[in-house]
């Protein structure tokens, strides 16, 4: 009853942003990402009878408090899910920095998802595995594949219709992304608690609804016939789209750190001297800059001569879910 998973975490490009049903965790709209290869959980679980509560490690080390009930209580859906009452050892390993807008709750989820129903033997396709990884984190359920994916938002209470789909392969595009480091901290507000309070305050959140389905849309055509400057704006547009919501909230707020706006400004730079690099960025301070591979090396020497940028991690399209 043990199996071991690895997943990729992934950088949205439409970013999911608000829930319409926060237990289910259903989207109020739908998103798209790609899956990157630099960035990974690997995780491994092992259910055991003689074990009275679940044990989570997380690059060796034990962990409790919140991260801890989070798992747990994720155990307790797969539990319900398989009928069985049996704990688990859960043992992860992180190659993202925790926390700091690197989303390793996508590969975290995505991980613990799938090790935990294949520990189980359980029959899951997956598509139902997305929809089983959706109720850990939301934007989990994306890295049950490689490449562009989208999550559908889908319209039913139940949460049925809401799952990701393959929208192009890894090898489809050989489409870059720089992690700009900024610092390693732990965000000051998670993107849950953020996304709940722009959903419930923000004046701005309805023109961030409107604004999806063309985003969408539109970057889809993109991606199919590889045109980088449409998705890469399109991308930065809806990332500043969201970003905009936090600052009709109430109380306001933004994730950006001044770093962040200099590496924002950095990269219209590039653009500026005909290099095509665009940003996007999640719930955090850290910036993702999507670029193209004969741009690499100048993309990279820019990016780190920005002053208080601390790293670049350079990464490519990755690969779905996978069992070690
Ligand atoms: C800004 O998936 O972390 O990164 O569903 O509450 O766990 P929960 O939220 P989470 O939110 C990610 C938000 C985002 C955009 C995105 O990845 O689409």
Redesign the pocket.
Known sequence: MKATAKAHTNI?LI???GKRNDAL?LPTNS?L?LTLDGFYTKTSVHFKEELNEDVFELDQEIVTGVAYERVTSYLDLIRSFARTDLHAEVQSTNAVPTAAGF?S??SGFAALAAASTKALDLDVTDTDLSRLTRQG????CRSIYGGFVEWKEGTRDDGLDSYAVPIAPQEHWDVRVAAVVLTAREKDIS??VG?KRTVDTSVFYQGWLDSVPHDLSEIKDGIQVKDFEKVGSIAEANCLK?HATTLGATPPFTYWHDTTMAVMQTVQGLRADGIPAYFTI??GPNVKVLYLPEHEEKVQQTLSSTPGVTDVILSRAGSGISYV
């Open positions: 949205a970013k999911y942003w965790i998103s990402s989303a709750s996508a984190s939301g934007s989990a993107s849950r996304m969201m999640d719930a």
